[in-house]
């Protein structure tokens, strides 16, 4: 499975990003994917997750400002920011799961850089 995110770039306190990622490879293995995020200084930390069926988990900051969505058909996730702040700075990661024979496998993308400035 490959993953490859688009979206990062600079935008100002209180603006909007949509990250996007596409996978593509065995993607109907895929159960979940989702967005993990590395902070400057820190360890790479979970932002949201959806599996197929739409269930979906948010990390304590990214309650009420992020939105993640899937698109089963184009294999693509997304994940909408809003009310962006400079903590939000951080390299953004995708993330899929690829369950085999009820093993689980991770893959991620090479990471999008998202800076919040003025």
């Known amino acids: 499975v490959q993953l490859v995110e688009s979206g990062g770039g600079l935008v100002q306190p209180g603006g909007s990003l949509r990250l996007s990622c596409v996978a593509s490879g065995s993607t109907p293995t895929v159960n979940v994917m989702g967005w993990h995020r590395q902070i400057p200084g820190k360890q790479r930390e979970l932002v949201a997750m959806?599996?197929?069926?739409?269930?979906?988990d948010y990390a304590d900051p990214a309650k009420g400002r992020f939105t993640i969505s899937i698109d089963n058909v184009k294999n693509t996730v997304y994940l909408e920011m809003t009310g962006l702040k400079p903590e939000d700075t951080a390299v953004y990661y995708c993330?899929?799961?690829?369950?085999?024979?009820?093993?689980?496998?991770?893959?991620w993308g090479r990471g999008t850089l998202v800076t919040v400035s003025s």
């Open positions: 993330h899929a799961q690829q369950l085999l024979i009820g093993v689980s496998y991770p893959y």
């Open positions: 959806i599996n197929r069926s739409g269930r979906i």
